[in-house]
Protein backbone atom coordinates (compact mmCIF):
# COMPACT_ATOMS: atom_id res chain seq x y z
CA UNK A 1 0.00 0.00 0.00
CA UNK A 2 1.39 3.44 -1.60
CA UNK A 3 1.44 5.98 1.45
CA UNK A 4 -0.01 9.42 0.22
CA UNK A 5 2.15 12.62 0.57
CA UNK A 6 1.15 14.65 3.28
CA UNK A 7 0.70 18.14 2.56
CA UNK A 8 -1.01 19.54 6.16
CA UNK A 9 -0.88 17.79 9.26
CA UNK A 10 -4.53 16.33 10.47
CA UNK A 11 -6.19 13.67 12.91
CA UNK A 12 -6.15 11.43 9.90
CA UNK A 13 -2.44 12.61 8.94
CA UNK A 14 -1.17 12.04 12.28
CA UNK A 15 -2.98 8.40 12.92
CA UNK A 16 -0.88 7.22 9.86
CA UNK A 17 2.37 8.72 11.19
CA UNK A 18 1.87 7.08 14.48
CA UNK A 19 1.22 3.92 12.77
CA UNK A 20 4.62 4.24 10.29
CA UNK A 21 6.43 5.43 13.18
CA UNK A 22 5.17 2.45 16.08
CA UNK A 23 6.42 0.02 13.14
CA UNK A 24 9.73 1.53 12.65
CA UNK A 25 10.16 1.88 16.41
CA UNK A 26 9.42 -1.48 17.53
CA UNK A 27 11.71 -2.77 15.20
CA UNK A 28 14.71 -0.71 15.97
CA UNK A 29 13.55 -2.29 19.78
CA UNK A 30 13.71 -5.51 18.95
CA UNK A 31 17.59 -4.95 17.83
CA UNK A 32 18.38 -3.29 20.94
CA UNK A 33 16.29 -5.23 23.63
CA UNK A 34 13.89 -1.91 24.01
CA UNK A 35 10.20 -1.56 24.02
CA UNK A 36 9.82 1.66 22.25
CA UNK A 37 6.36 3.41 21.14
CA UNK A 38 5.02 7.09 20.37
CA UNK A 39 3.46 9.04 23.22
CA UNK A 40 1.54 12.09 22.53
CA UNK A 41 1.57 14.52 19.34
CA UNK A 42 1.26 18.54 19.53
CA UNK A 43 0.65 19.63 16.18
CA UNK A 44 -0.17 22.74 13.81
CA UNK A 45 -0.23 22.38 10.11
CA UNK A 46 2.59 22.36 9.77
CA UNK A 47 4.57 20.90 12.13
CA UNK A 48 3.96 18.03 14.50
CA UNK A 49 5.77 17.29 17.81
CA UNK A 50 6.20 13.43 18.94
CA UNK A 51 6.33 12.07 22.37
CA UNK A 52 8.91 8.91 22.34
CA UNK A 53 9.36 6.18 25.20
CA UNK A 54 11.61 4.03 25.49
CA UNK A 55 12.12 1.14 28.26
CA UNK A 56 14.42 -1.70 28.86
CA UNK A 57 12.34 -4.77 28.12
CA UNK A 58 10.91 -6.23 31.04
CA UNK A 59 11.12 -3.11 32.91
CA UNK A 60 8.76 -0.97 34.86
CA UNK A 61 8.14 2.54 34.31
CA UNK A 62 8.44 4.95 36.84
CA UNK A 63 4.83 5.50 37.36
CA UNK A 64 4.22 1.58 37.30
CA UNK A 65 7.08 1.21 40.45
CA UNK A 66 5.08 3.99 42.35
CA UNK A 67 2.59 2.04 42.45
CA UNK A 68 4.39 -0.24 45.26
CA UNK A 69 6.33 2.28 46.78
CA UNK A 70 3.26 4.86 47.72
CA UNK A 71 -0.09 2.91 47.66
CA UNK A 72 -1.03 -0.79 49.26
CA UNK A 73 -1.20 -2.07 45.88
CA UNK A 74 1.22 -3.64 43.19
CA UNK A 75 1.07 -2.94 39.59
CA UNK A 76 -1.18 -5.54 37.82
CA UNK A 77 -2.74 -6.26 40.94
CA UNK A 78 -6.55 -6.57 40.97
CA UNK A 79 -8.75 -4.08 42.64
CA UNK A 80 -12.43 -3.13 43.07
CA UNK A 81 -13.09 0.77 41.84
CA UNK A 82 -16.15 2.16 42.76
CA UNK A 83 -18.40 2.61 39.45
CA UNK A 84 -16.26 0.52 37.62
CA UNK A 85 -16.45 -2.98 39.18
CA UNK A 86 -12.98 -5.07 39.45
CA UNK A 87 -9.82 -3.34 37.40
CA UNK A 88 -5.93 -3.69 37.46
CA UNK A 89 -3.73 -1.37 38.70
CA UNK A 90 -1.45 0.03 36.03
CA UNK A 91 0.49 2.94 37.23
CA UNK A 92 -0.28 5.57 40.56
CA UNK A 93 1.06 9.22 38.92
CA UNK A 94 2.35 11.08 42.66
CA UNK A 95 1.55 14.54 41.35
CA UNK A 96 -2.03 13.98 40.41
CA UNK A 97 -3.50 14.79 43.59
CA UNK A 98 -7.46 14.23 42.50
CA UNK A 99 -6.71 11.35 40.57
CA UNK A 100 -3.38 9.58 41.21
CA UNK A 101 -4.37 5.89 39.79
CA UNK A 102 -4.99 4.85 36.16
CA UNK A 103 -6.37 1.55 36.16
CA UNK A 104 -7.62 -0.99 33.58
CA UNK A 105 -11.31 -2.54 33.38
CA UNK A 106 -11.06 -6.49 32.91
CA UNK A 107 -14.34 -6.01 31.04
CA UNK A 108 -14.23 -5.00 27.29
CA UNK A 109 -11.59 -3.55 25.35
CA UNK A 110 -9.99 -2.81 28.48
CA UNK A 111 -10.48 0.73 28.84
CA UNK A 112 -7.62 2.95 31.13
CA UNK A 113 -9.53 5.37 33.79
CA UNK A 114 -8.13 7.72 35.77
CA UNK A 115 -9.23 7.25 39.29
CA UNK A 116 -9.82 8.84 42.82
CA UNK A 117 -7.59 7.01 45.77
CA UNK A 118 -11.02 6.71 48.07
CA UNK A 119 -12.29 4.76 45.09
CA UNK A 120 -9.71 1.92 45.14
CA UNK A 121 -10.47 -0.74 47.45
CA UNK A 122 -8.94 -4.11 47.57
CA UNK A 123 -10.71 -6.98 45.96
CA UNK A 124 -11.03 -8.65 49.19
CA UNK A 125 -13.13 -5.46 50.55
CA UNK A 126 -15.55 -5.51 47.54
CA UNK A 127 -16.99 -8.72 48.67
CA UNK A 128 -18.00 -7.08 52.00
CA UNK A 129 -19.85 -4.08 50.14
Request: glycine content about 8%; proline content about 2%.
Amino acid sequence: MKTAKVTKFDKRSLKTLRNDLDVLLEAYGEKTGLTIHCGGMRYTDTDVKVSVLALIAGELTREQKAVALYTPFEHGEEVYVVGLGTCIVESYHTKRRKYPFLVKTESGMGKLYKVAARNVKPTTESEEL
